[in-house]
């Protein structure tokens, strides 16, 4: 005659199922993140060229902090720990364990008043090439983009949008090696800022 299992071994199972699985759904700690997502970029725009879809970038002027939705800060870096607004600059940076960081600003700004066009780091890397460990040219939304890594950018890796003829949103993030493994763009700061700065454009764009 066949045993047949107890109630008490089957909720002995159910349990640790609910233990292996974190007993959560996805979005919720204890449970890993999605894979990151590349950014969806266009074909390469130059510097140079007349920006014909310009960006409003009044959001970032008012709001710095609103530039990533809630659900956007998780697809880029899981939960960050602190959030710091920087009016003078039209900057926000959020940070995580205190290692590893990003931050979106907007220049001008009060604090660097003179117009930036994204043409001025592009003639800087054609002037300099070996100042650069990293470039790509590409584009977000009609929008030029530049991504690089630099020797004066410490452990990280630059995205600029080119919003108008004058203004550049810059989103910088930082990653140092010896930070703790970061889940989603480990290896990959680049890609990072740059799904960064696809946020950004999709919700200033509306």
């Not at 290692?99 to 003179?114: D, I, Q, S």
């Not at 994204?118 to 100042?131: D, F, N, S």
């Not at 004066?152 to 890796?157: E, L, R, T, V, Y």
């Not at 890609?191 to 999709?202: H, M, P, S, T, Y």
Request: glycine share 6%.
């Amino acid at each position: 005659m066949t045993k047949k299992p107890s109630r008490r071994a089957g909720a002995s199972g159910a349990l640790l199922a609910m233990l292996i699985t974190g007993c959560a759904t996805p979005g919720e700690p204890g449970v890993a993140p999605a894979p990151a997502v590349p950014a969806s970029t266009g074909p390469r725009i130059a510097p140079s060229m007349a920006i014909i879809r310009p960006l409003d970038t009044t959001l970032l002027t008012a709001h710095p902090c609103s530039a990533l939705k809630a659900h956007q800060l998780r697809a880029v870096n899981g939960e960050p720990e602190q959030e710091y607004s920087y009016p003078d600059k039209y900057s926000c940076s959020w940070s995580e364990h205190r290692t590893t960081k990003f931050e979106v600003g907007k220049y001008p700004n009060p604090a660097e008043p003179e117009p930036h066009p994204i043409t001025e780091i592009a003639t800087r890397h054609y002037r300099h090439p070996e100042e650069f460990t990293h470039w790509q040219e590409t584009s977000l939304d009609d929008l030029p983009v530049l991504v690089y890594e630099s020797d004066f950018i410490f452990d990280g890796c630059v995205a600029e949008v080119g919003a108008d003829d004058q203004t550049t949103i810059r989103v910088e993030y930082t990653k140092s090696p010896k930070d703790p493994p970061q889940p989603l763009w480990e290896g990959d700061r680049c890609g990072a800022a740059l799904k960064i700065a696809e946020f950004v454009v999709r919700n200033l764009r509306g």
